[in-house]
């Protein structure tokens, strides 16, 4: 079945420093990939998403390019701030199509 | 409320005796899944509720596990006879029909502890 791994944190930066999240995964077909976003203290959201190969999702200074070649969608930043400290988690939709298969989560802390 | 709401947030047990979580999913969301997130661990789907379909329930770990949501509105994730094993992080997430498992809205969670 379909699955995602996710490189194992914590990440720990300085701002303004680049971030890279490495998310692989394996699937039947090309399905939609997904970064979601857990704050402190706030449930999981949408990050960004990508919905076929070579598609570059992007959202609030995070890209993520699905490459169907490496089988990859690695999460984004060039100037990472103290408010991008958060769990991040790489997701991808189950065989059936009827829920999201989440990676472990990578958790970033940014200091100042 | 605007968001997922989910209780309790917090939720000590015994071994032996049965919980049951709640969810209320935003308000027009056809579309409920349970997961859960165990210390360390990825999360885990465990059932998805869409309208008045069959609710898929591959993901459940066990018959101790089951689930009922009522139409579109709130649903209840019951444990019974909790084991230590079930300690972790119940999240509660809803989306439309249309957009399904492409974007999902999840609530905070219940954090479980069995003793």
């Known amino acids: 079945g379909n699955s995602v791994t996710q490189m194992e944190g914590p990440v720990t930066l300085s701002e303004e420093a680049f971030l890279t999240i490495n998310c692989t995964y394996t699937?039947?077909?090309?399905?939609?990939l997904f970064w979601y976003v857990q704050y402190p203290g706030e449930g999981l959201q949408l990050l960004l998403k990508a919905t076929k190969a070579d598609d570059k999702g992007s959202n609030k200074g995070f890209e993520a390019t699905y490459r169907k070649e490496t089988t990859s969608f690695h999460l984004e930043k060039g100037s990472v701030q103290v408010s991008d400290s958060a769990v991040y988690f790489c997701?991808?939709?189950?065989?059936?199509?009827?829920?999201?298969?989440f990676g472990k989560g990578t958790t970033l802390s940014v200091s100042s | 409320g605007a968001g997922v709401s989910q209780s309790p947030s917090n939720k000590v047990t015994e071994k032996g005796k049965d919980v049951e979580l709640r969810c209320d999913p935003i308000?027009?969301?056809?579309?409920l899944y349970w997961y859960r997130q165990r210390l360390g661990q990825g999360l885990e789907f465990l059932i998805y509720f869409q309208g008045n379909s069959a609710p898929d329930k591959s993901g459940l770990p066990s018959d101790r596990f089951s689930a009922e949501r009522t139409g579109e509105s709130v649903s209840t994730l019951t444990i019974q006879r909790t084991q230590q094993e079930d300690s972790a992080v119940y999240l509660c997430?809803?989306?439309?029909?249309?957009?399904?498992?492409?974007?999902?809205?999840f609530g905070s969670g219940t954090q479980l502890s069995v003793l």
């Open positions: 308000s027009g969301h056809t579309a």
């Open positions: 699937a039947t077909g090309y399905p939609s």
């Open positions: 997430a809803s989306s439309t029909l249309q957009v399904g498992h492409e974007k999902l809205f």
């Open positions: 997701a991808l939709p189950n065989q059936a199509g009827t829920a999201l298969i």
